[in-house]
């Protein structure tokens, strides 16, 4: 069968599986927070945290279910994706990014380290850190590999002397941005620090308050693939890191 072949019939196959009853799969969307009154998203997170700068440190407080707890839009777009692809998603909120989008490193470390404590068992972080916190960050992704719960994180939209933590690490999943004419369609980058690519062009996403828009970025990729982890992970709950990597591979075109 040709590579062409294969990612047709995978194609199919997950289009079919979303439309199955899966287990559910806790995916934790470290982002600017989620409108969980958008129609899209009522009743989908089970929870929601925001964690801000405070002193030398960072506190984190709960907010309350079934509330808008974005202050910028970014993500409830994101979550309004993968909810929409997988419907077997039960999503946790963890607001890390400050009004205006604005990222403070110490809450992104600290909401991963947040999700890694609570388990839950795929991370979505449409986001990137600068490498300087490295000794921070890579000690918390290898601790998600070998918890068996999978990162998958956003290549930097712009020009950039690297390609952005933690999508660069090889215990995450990195992920590039295509156009492609459906969201279970991957492409594999051999050799490429980032090894997929999903669609994240011209993508809809739910706007805060009500209503869609469409954008296009690496962060709008991200969920796709998080969803399609979501959806495998439904079917096949024991699947590891390395696991669900060679599985991505296997079906994408290169």
């Not at 979303?18 to 806790?26: G, I, M, N, S, T």
Request: charged content about 20%; proline content about 6%.
């Amino acid at each position: 069968m040709s590579a062409d072949a294969v990612q047709s019939a995978f194609h199919e196959q997950l289009s079919r599986l979303a439309e199955k009853p899966l287990r559910p799969v806790d995916v934790a969307i470290l982002d600017s927070g989620i409108d969980a009154t958008h129609p899209d998203l009522a009743g989908r997170v089970a929870a929601a945290f925001h964690f801000r700068p405070e002193g030398d440190g960072v506190a984190r407080a709960e907010v309350a279910a079934g509330t808008n707890n974005d202050t910028y839009g970014h993500g409830t777009g994101v979550a309004s994706i993968v909810a929409r692809l997988a419907p077997n998603a039960r999503l946790h909120d963890l607001r890390v990014l400050e009004p205006g989008n604005k990222g403070v490193a110490a809450c992104v470390i600290a909401g991963l380290r947040f999700a890694l404590e609570r388990g839950w068992r795929v991370i979505n972080l449409s986001l990137a850190v600068a490498e300087k916190f490295g000794p921070q960050l890579v000690p918390l992704c290898e601790k998600a590999y070998f918890q068996n719960q999978i990162l998958v994180a956003s290549k930097r939209n712009f020009p950039f002397p690297d390609a952005g933590f933690p999508a660069a690490y090889a215990s995450t999943i990195g992920i590039e941005i295509g156009r492609f004419d459906s969201p279970f369609k991957l492409v594999f980058n051999p050799g490429d620090t980032i090894e997929f690519t999903a669609l994240g062009e011209d993508v809809t996403i739910a706007n805060v308050g009500g209503g869609y828009t469409t954008k296009s970025g690496t962060s709008f990729a991200t969920p796709v693939v998080t969803a399609l982890c979501a959806l495998l992970i439904g079917l096949y709950p024991d699947l590891r890191p390395f696991e669900m990597k060679t599985l991505l591979k296997h079906y994408a075109a290169s």
